[in-house]
């Protein structure tokens, strides 16, 4: 070799032995950890027997009860204090967990009687927010079938558990049920996912309701709708909250005029609310398309 090219070439040579080494060992190293701690898609985490789950800010994952999430995604908005409360509230509804199906009486027949107020099809996806132990899956998988999706969405790793252990069977082959850990103030989905948004009997413990229905706006679809329920009078709900005291003591059920006002300040319109002595119905819209603003208007017709 001319002795000329002898330094350039081992440079050369080193230099292309090291960006190869470099991409065998780190390229690997950084995928594996990115899809070790995040999932393979952003924002969840596969849970073992079907579904995902996510988890936004302020949500550690030793206070999820040892369930496999991460804090991810989301807004990342919330205030301390917001935070603070949404750990008050994991925490009373962990406790609460095991126990809720004994103590709670929702009646099938009128949590299906409710449901009928948003029209449910076959085919939609629909969120259940603040989903519990999950007295609506059944309901909502049987009206969206037999190719809709239902998101079972709640804050409390343990009444998410609870949910899971009792439905995770329907979840397989053709996953039509998916778990959501999250706040309803940072909804892991994506935007104009969801055909219609349930909160039933959860909406009162939303730490920011504010924040919690600009979420729901967002991942409804134009036309989408939001329907916020309880199986009593809203009178009777704010008592029970009272009596129970604790963390839930202040968790009241705005009346008619505050609750359209909380629901077109979230950008959703055609607000409806009922509130009967065995019910609480709240129902709005998320702006559509004209077609969709022609069934909004039929919907909301028939409902008055
Ligand atoms: C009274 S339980 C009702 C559960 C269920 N919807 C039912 O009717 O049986 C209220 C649920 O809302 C959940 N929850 C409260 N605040 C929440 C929030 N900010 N985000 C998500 N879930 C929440 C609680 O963890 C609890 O499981």
């Known amino acids: 070799m001319r002795p000329d090219l002898f330094y350039p070439l081992t440079y050369g040579l080193v230099t292309a032995l090291l960006g190869i080494a470099l991409q065998l060992v780190l390229v ?14 952003f924002g969840f985490r596969r849970l073992a027997t079907g579904g995902y789950a996510g988890m936004g800010a302020g949500v550690d994952e030793q206070a999820s009860g040892g369930m496999d999430v991460r804090p991810q995604g989301g807004r990342n908005t919330m205030t301390p204090e917001i935070q603070r409360r949404l750990k008050d509230l994991r ?3 962990d406790q609460a967990a095991s126990s809720w199906d004994a103590s709670a009486h929702t009646d099938p027949a009128q949590v299906r009687s409710i449901l009928a107020y948003a029209r449910i099809e076959p085919g939609q996806c629909i969120l259940d927010v603040g989903c519990g132990t999950g007295a609506l899956i059944p309901p909502l998988l049987e009206l969206t079938a037999p190719d809709g999706h239902v998101y079972a969405l709640d804050l409390s790793p343990k009444m998410l558990e609870q949910c899971r252990r009792k439905y995770a069977f329907l979840c397989e082959p053709q996953s039509r049920l998916s778990f959501l850990l999250a706040p309803a103030e940072e909804i892991p989905l994506a935007s104009d996912v969801c055909h219609g948004v349930v909160c039933y009997s959860s909406f009162p413990h939303f730490a920011d309701k504010k924040s919690a229905l600009e979420e729901v706006a967002r991942v409804l679809r134009p036309g989408g709708w939001v329907l916020v329920a309880h199986g009593t009078s809203r009178a009777e709900v704010n008592r029970i909250h009272h009596q129970i005291g604790g963390p839930v003591a202040g968790d009241l059920l705005a009346d008619a005029e505050d609750m359209a006002a909380l629901l ?3 950008g959703l319109v055609n607000p409806w609310v009922l509130d009967a002595d065995d019910r609480y119905v709240a ?7 004209r077609a969709g603003k022609q069934v909004q208007q039929r919907n909301k017709a028939k409902l008055d």
């Open 28 to 41: 690997p190293a950084v995928v594996g950890l990115t899809v070790k701690n995040h999932g393979p898609f």
């Open 91 to 93: 925490a009373y509804f």
């Open 264 to 266: 077109g300040a979230a």
């Open 283 to 289: 129902l709005a819209w998320k702006e559509g398309t």
